[in-house]
């Protein structure tokens, strides 16, 4: 993590720039009500986007939005929490990073503000993020719902069941048997076919 003095410089001179990507700014230790309504005066938040990441949040936005949150970057336990978006190639960029020391809605509402006002509305047919829901929630309290769905990162719902079945079979071979069942049913693409794969799937666990 930089120093104090160096961030501030950094930012000072960001700022000079005809582009900004600096979305947002708040220290610890620092009110800010009229620019941060939503953040107490311990939170911290530093936002980023550059010009090539705006662009590219304006050319894919309406496809899909994920965003991913990682923990513990620093030694000061902050967060890195970044917005993607999906390529005509499914390749993922990177369309704005924030770092923070909390992932509550409410501060995460602090980081997408910025992104609207810059981007405009966005309508995506799909909404990615982790099993938790402060990131969907932040999103459409600032975007909207729209007709948008929400779906689960399929890492984060692998390393969920895992931990289930972990957690509440006993058996190592039944826990084998029954991840195998969820993951085929994972890549089942078919409405049709699922249903009939999830029938079977819960006639055997009964």
Not at 14 to 38: A, M, R, S, T, W
Not at 43 to 67: G, H, P, S
Not at 160 to 169: E, M
Request: glycine share 4%.
């Amino acid at each position: 993590m930089i120093c104090l003095v160096c961030r501030h410089g950094w930012l000072k001179c960001k700022k000079c720039h005809i582009y900004n990507p600096v979305l947002v700014f708040k220290n610890q230790g620092i009110n800010q009500e009229n620019e941060c309504d939503n953040l107490g005066n311990e939170d911290f938040l530093l936002a980023i986007q550059t010009e090539y990441q705006r662009d590219m949040m304006l050319k894919y936005c309406d496809k899909v939005i994920f965003m991913d949150d990682t923990h513990s970057t620093t030694v000061y336990d902050f967060s890195l929490i970044t917005v993607l978006v999906v390529d005509d190639h499914g390749e993922g960029i990177p369309v704005a990073w924030a770092f923070a020391n909390g992932t509550d809605a409410a501060l995460l509402r602090e980081f997408l503000k910025p992104i609207h006002a810059i981007i405009g509305p966005i309508n995506p047919i799909i909404f990615m993020s982790d099993m938790a829901d402060q990131c969907f929630t932040a999103w459409i309290e600032v975007f909207g719902r729209g007709e948008t769905k929400h779906l689960y990162c399929t890492w984060h719902l692998d390393k969920a069941w895992r931990k289930g079945l972990i957690a509440n079979i006993e058996k190592n071979e039944d826990r084998i048997e029954l991840y195998h069942h969820l993951r085929v049913l994972l890549q089942e693409t078919e409405e049709a076919n699922f249903q009939v794969l999830l029938q079977k799937v819960l006639s055997h666990m009964i």
